[in-house]
């Protein structure tokens, strides 16, 4: 019976060294971008206090509060900005306050490394609305992005015109 259950645990000490499929499934992954996994943290008080606070700055429209809680290098537009374009310029002139305001009563859900806004941006990869994401930098949170959809592919270049013979 010894001899059995020695037998049975130096086998299973063996096989816990061979190679296995993970090497394989590593290399079939490795080169392509893949989705950062992200913890729903919507119940997090501290996430919930950040949150309440951003749904105030915007309602008021109190720039200095929301710059304070951007990020670095927040996102507000796809193209390079013009010089001297801030978000609040952009907002102002392209009257997107009242969308921002309306995003922020949404419900949050992790996607990509953020928490985002609307929900459905998470759910459909073709979503075409605006959209909005906060992230965890340096152990605190930062308003990330509000951008509209990305913009589509750009036409292919027109093939050139057929000439006779």
Do not use: H
Request: aromatic share 12%; charged share 20%; hydrophobic share 35%.
């Amino acid at each position: 019976m010894r001899f059995r259950f020695l037998t049975s645990f130096l086998l299973a000490c063996l096989l816990c060294g061979c190679p296995s499929q993970r090497k394989e499934q590593k290399e079939k992954t490795e080169g392509k971008p893949q989705p950062v996994p992200t913890k729903d943290v919507s119940g997090d008080i501290a996430f919930q206090s950040f949150v309440g606070r951003l749904r105030l700055a915007v309602e008021k429209k109190d720039a200095p509060t929301l710059r304070a809680m951007m990020s670095p290098d927040f996102g507000y537009r796809w193209d390079p900005a013009p010089p001297g374009e801030d978000p609040f310029i952009y907002w102002d002139r392209n009257r997107l306050w009242g969308e921002l305001t309306r995003l922020m009563q949404e419900r949050w859900v992790p996607y990509d490394g953020f928490m985002v806004v609307p929900p459905q941006l998470s759910q459909d990869p073709g979503y075409g609305g605006f959209r909005a994401g906060v992230q965890m930098v340096g152990g605190s949170w930062r308003f990330a992005y509000f951008v509209p959809a990305p913009p589509a592919d750009p036409p292919p270049p027109p093939s050139p015109a057929p000439t006779s013979l």
